[in-house]
């Protein structure tokens, strides 16, 4: 059974950086693609970044591209997602996500398994 825990979210103002992490416990880490997407209200949940099982391919939406940086620590089981230049539109609950026959990285559907999600809130 995979369990995934988010942790790092928290209230910053614009322009700040915040770095949440994805706690993997389960086995096979190393054989999931990871994923980050949020959920802002009235909103639907889309697609940040994603990760492949080795960490040598990424991808990101467009509105995050050289702001936010997905990485992962197979020793660790975690995957990270770095925050830079934080704007009041990136407010929204993220969540971690694992797959393992991801096709469309960006598809929700595509990951088996969630976390509980993790609030990040920017302020203008």
């Known amino acids: 059974q995979v369990q995934l825990v988010e942790s790092g979210g928290g209230l910053v103002q614009g322009g700040d950086s915040l770095r949440l992490t994805c706690a993997f416990s389960?086995?096979?880490?190393?054989?999931?693609?990871m994923g980050w997407f949020r959920q802002a209200p009235g909103k639907e949940r889309e697609f940040v970044a994603a990760?492949?099982?080795?960490?040598?391919?990424?991808d990101y939406a467009d509105s995050v591209k050289g702001r936010f940086t997905i990485s992962r620590d197979n020793a660790k089981n975690a995957v990270y997602l770095e925050m830079n230049n934080l704007k009041p539109e990136d407010t929204a609950v993220y969540y971690c996500?694992?797959?393992?026959?991801?096709?469309?990285?960006?598809?929700?559907?595509?990951?088996?398994?969630w976390g509980q999600g993790t609030q990040v809130t920017v302020s203008s």
């Open positions: 389960g086995r096979a880490f190393d054989t999931y693609r």
């Open positions: 990760i492949l099982w080795s960490g040598t391919r990424t």
């Open positions: 996500s694992a797959g393992q026959t991801t096709v469309v990285v960006t598809r929700a559907a595509e990951y088996r398994y």
